[in-house]
């Protein structure tokens, strides 16, 4: 049986619900040569037949066709939902606006699942290729919540972001080109502060410094709990950074 439009499924539930599930009235007969008195049919209620334009048990078998693809749908749902991207940003977190963002990056790929054990870092120094591709810098190096070492970000580039910390607010960060100064400007609409869109249990910092070396990071510094502040290394100067998801940029 073919599967009615979903306008006419949808329809169909209406009528039900104000209790006008008819078949459409049949039209009346045309009178006859004879000098019969003109029939007129009384429209009724239908018996469910395979005649009737849209019968309970089409509308039965519609919505059991339908059914299926919830489950589909609702998973396209929740994959929009997903972080496409990761910002990674310094600030004050009661702020809602301010400078600095020329120090924020981007990540365009889950840094976790491409970064490094501490563990490995020996032959990270050594060879400055990560399994994943990217390029190892012993003075300019990331760290993740779990002691992974990470790939550094991209620039941040100016736009429309749209970010959440997939706690409770979802808003739009707006990165504004740099000016003469190279200094660029960030904000936050609807008042939302840099801690709303921080996703807590994604912890990131970045380590710098001539002397700076990642195999000076400590095992058991780690993991770091949702909300901390990222371990110091010896000999490093060290930026934290909150982790925020991109839904979507413009």
Known sequence: MATPP???VLLALALCAAGACFAAPRQPVASRSSARTREFRVPRRAAPSSSSPFSRRQLLQSLTDFLPLL?????????SRLPKQYIAASGDPSASS???AESWGLWTKDPGPRGVR??????LKETKQAPAGWTFDEADWWLEEHGLIMEQPEPLPPGKYEVTGDREVTTTLTVFPKDSEGKQKWELANGAKLF????LPCRSARYRGAACS???????????????????????EKQDHAVLFVLNSQ
Do not use: I, K, Q
């Open 6 to 8: 979903l306008r006419r």
């Open 71 to 79: 489950p589909g749908a609702w998973f396209v749902y929740l994959f």
């Open 98 to 100: 301010g400078t600095g």
């Open 118 to 123: 501490l563990s490995s870092y020996p032959r």
């Open 196 to 199: 709303d869109v921080t996703h």
């Open 214 to 236: 990642a195999g000076a990071a400590r095992n058991e510094d780690f993991p770091v709990r949702p909300g901390a502040m990222m371990p110091a290394v010896a000999g490093c």
